[in-house]
């Protein structure tokens, strides 16, 4: 079916979705007195993402075949020969991205019944994760820049809305904030960077802006001897740096899990922080063009996959496990970005968001068991009550650390060989972080996945004292924990379904996808890469097929690393221990650092918010109450007090002082124009 799409079919894609959002936002809440009830809210808004999903899975049939679409359904404006348009560009990376985003969210949405059946707010959460999947199908789909952050900032909205879901706890509003604040952050960059390209490209949309790439590249930033380009291009990947949670705009990502889980997993997994990744990829033919910026791109990531990673060795909150595993592996995202190797960051990005999805929702599932206990110190064996989230969450993880033949395997350590390489600046720390990180992840993943699942069951007793000597510091009250004698159950079949729909993609999409989407045609005309940067040539070379790469990869080192943190994990937490006690007594300061997180969240409270506030009070006091009410307002007023004072003593009411005035008057002016005789002889 090669041609042309039909744009009428992909609106569909976008608005089924806001459909399903607007009807149980509106009818299902007390907005318009709550006329639908639950049942119909979920109904309404799974059926939008299912056609939008089927519409997706049909639109990637089609492009696989040839088919294509770029085209404006709506022209907004004309300004000053600048057309400000919605429409859309279809491709092998949007058709993607759009199934993957949709067939997540499905899963999301069915897992959200069992999971949110006893809040009071259950329609209202499935408007806003309706409205969160409208928002990032309208970024992905994007043709031009102006819709593209139209997208981005709507995912920061409704990403608000949902972290701060819970809204009468003051952490879940003080996380949502942090988000909404540090998000500014990047956006701000990200904002300067389309502004910059429409100066002195003349357009907003991506193919008039990739036409004049050659042109750009030549041109200087004003004021420096700085290339244009490498200025954009930095500018957007800060953008990228907000969304995409990479050091130091990473600390709102943590903190989101202050939101129900199924939202953690959608944020996580397939919308919003796989926002910035798409970005970039997409931007290929500008960062191609810069080797300074894809410089940036590698090192920002690589501190952020290895620095993070180190953060989840010590969570005991289940969730924050795998939220800083998300952190981490996002920068190996990053790290293929800046390695000019874009199709893998994007094909880690498709693995990524099956298994991160999965291991979320499974957590999820755990603390529905545990009546709501999200510390792993307070579980253990939960393996023979929760059989299906059990071998699930064993399937999450064993994609996770690139266990060969599963999907993440095929996408990390294609990673971890364009880092090896590349000979973009700084890929040899790239390389290092990314080899380290092997291990990291393989410890935290496995360390909570047998303090979870396997050993003696912890649950339902006191736990003063826990020899790991870690704590959670966003305990709170919604943690209940199961009473004594209590055991956990497995969770019902809306819950379990999901978890078993995303397992199979865990293990086999990996291997089904890589030739085409690595070293076939797939993205061909889509991404770029240029010659100067031979990465993906050279790997191309050495792929002789996914058996035989999985059959490699047990000679190989990160193998190796991976099966070292497994078993380390095995023995500190199964057999000895007294291992982890030890390391705490013996690195105490190490673990002072990394349980504050590196400070950055300090840093960020003592020099930027208390700057802020100290500036924000310094132009109050200076500059409103001085200068402004002050100066202008109050000062003028005095003038004219003053002045008007003055003058009220001439209108005394008196006719002699009036008749005095006029003389005085009629004297100056007689004086004025009165000729003088001249004495010059």
């Known amino acids: 079916m090669a041609g042309q799409l039909n744009p009428n079919l992909l609106l ?3 608005m089924a979705p806001l ?3 607007a009807l149980a936002g509106l009818f299902g809440t007390k907005f318009f007195g709550n006329k639908i009830g639950r049942s119909a809210s979920h109904t309404v808004t799974i059926l939008g993402v299912l056609v939008a999903f089927i519409i997706s899975f049909q639109t990637l049939l089609a492009v696989m075949d040839g088919a294509t679409y770029n085209g404006t359904l709506y022209e907004w404006m004309t300004v000053a020969g600048v057309k400000l348009e919605i429409g859309f560009l279809i491709d092998s990376l949007t058709a993607m991205m759009m ?18 059946a006893d809040d009071p707010g259950y329609n209202r959460f499935f408007s806003y994760i309706s409205l969160f999947t409208f928002s990032m199908l309208m970024l992905v789909m994007s043709n031009n820049f102006l819709q593209l952050f139209f997208g981005w900032e709507a995912v920061g909205l409704v990403s608000y809305l949902l972290i701060g879901f819970w809204f009468t706890r003051p952490s879940a509003i003080f996380a949502n904030m942090k988000a909404f604040l540090v998000n500014r952050v990047g956006d701000f960059g990200f904002i300067l960077g389309i502004g910059l390209l429409l100066a002195y490209a003349g357009s907003m949309n991506y193919g008039d802006v990739f036409a004049k790439r050659e042109e750009l590249a030549t041109l200087i930033f004003p004021g420096t001897d700085w290339m244009l380009l490498t200025v954009a291009c930095i500018c957007l990947f800060i953008g990228a740096m907000g ?6 705009l990473h600390v709102w990502l943590p903190d989101s899990m202050e939101g129900p889980t199924p939202i953690s997993a959608l944020i996580h997994a397939a919308t919003m922080v796989t926002a910035g990744i798409f970005m970039v990829a997409r931007m290929s033919p500008l960062f191609e063009l810069s080797e300074t910026a894809l410089s940036f791109v590698l090192v920002i990531g690589a501190i952020t996959a290895l620095f993070m990673g180190f953060l989840g060795v010590i969570q005991n909150d289940i969730k ?13 995202m990053t790290v293929a970005l800046g390695a000019s190797a874009y199709s893998v960051a994007v094909f880690h990005l498709m693995t990524h968001a099956f298994f991160k999805a999965l291991l979320f929702l499974a957590a999820g599932a755990v603390i529905i068991g545990m009546h709501h206990d999200q510390d792993i110190r307070n579980m253990g064996g939960l393996r023979k009550y929760m059989p299906i989230t059990w071998i699930t969450s064993l399937i999450g993880s064993l994609a996770l650390i690139a266990t060969p033949f599963f999907s993440g395997f095929y996408s990390k350590d294609t990673i971890i060989e364009a880092v090896q390489l590349s000979n973009i600046p700084g890929s040899g720390f790239a390389y290092f972080a990314v080899m380290a990180g092997v291990f990291v992840t393989a410890f935290y993943s496995f360390r909570m996945y047998f303090l979870v699942f396997h050993g003696e069951e912890r649950f339902g007793k006191p736990h003063a004292e826990h020899q790991d000597h870690s704590h959670d510091e966003h305990a709170d009250e919604h943690h209940h924990g199961l009473a004594p004698g209590e055991k956990p ?13 995303l397992a199979i993609p865990s293990v086999i999409i990996g291997f089904f996808t890589i030739q085409p989407m690595l070293y076939g045609d797939f993205f061909k005309g889509v991404i770029f890469v240029s010659e100067a940067h031979p990465a993906m040539e050279e790997l191309a070379k050495e792929f002789h097929g996914a058996v035989a790469m999985g059959l490699h990869a047990f000679t190989t080192v990160p193998f190796a690393l991976a099966l070292a943190g497994v078993v380390a994990a095995y023995y500190c937490y199964m057999v000895n221990r007294k291992v982890p006690a030890w390391f705490y007594s013996k690195f105490h300061g190490i673990y002072t650092v990394l349980d504050n997180k590196y400070y950055m969240d300090k840093l960020n409270e003592v020099v930027f918010a208390r700057g802020a506030r100290l500036l ?5 006091n200076v500059g409103d109450r001085g200068l402004i009410d002050g100066l202008i307002v109050n000062g003028s007023a005095k003038v004219v007090g003053w002045f008007s004072a003055l003058i009220r003593h001439l209108q005394s009411g008196y006719i002699y002082h009036y008749a005095f005035v006029m ?5 100056a002016f007689l004086i004025y124009f009165m000729p003088f005789p001249s004495f010059a002889k």
Do not use: D, N
């Not at 159950?489 to 729909?501: G, K, M, N």
């Not at 924000?616 to 109050?620: P, Q």
């Open 489 to 501: 159950h497995e969770a019902p079949w809306v819950v379990t379904v999901p978890l078993i729909l």
């Open 320 to 332: 924050r496990v795998v939220a800083y595993s998300t952190l981490s592996q996002l920068g190996y």
């Open 616 to 620: 924000g009070g310094g132009l109050w």
């Open 19 to 21: 459909a399903g959002s």
């Open 243 to 248: 969304k995409s949670a990479q050091f130091p």
């Open 663 to 667: 003389i005085l008057g009629v004297l």
């Open 99 to 116: 199934c993957v985003v949709t067939f997540v969210s499905l899963m999301v949405h069915i897992y959200t019944i069992g999971y949110m």
């Open 12 to 14: 569909a894609v976008p």
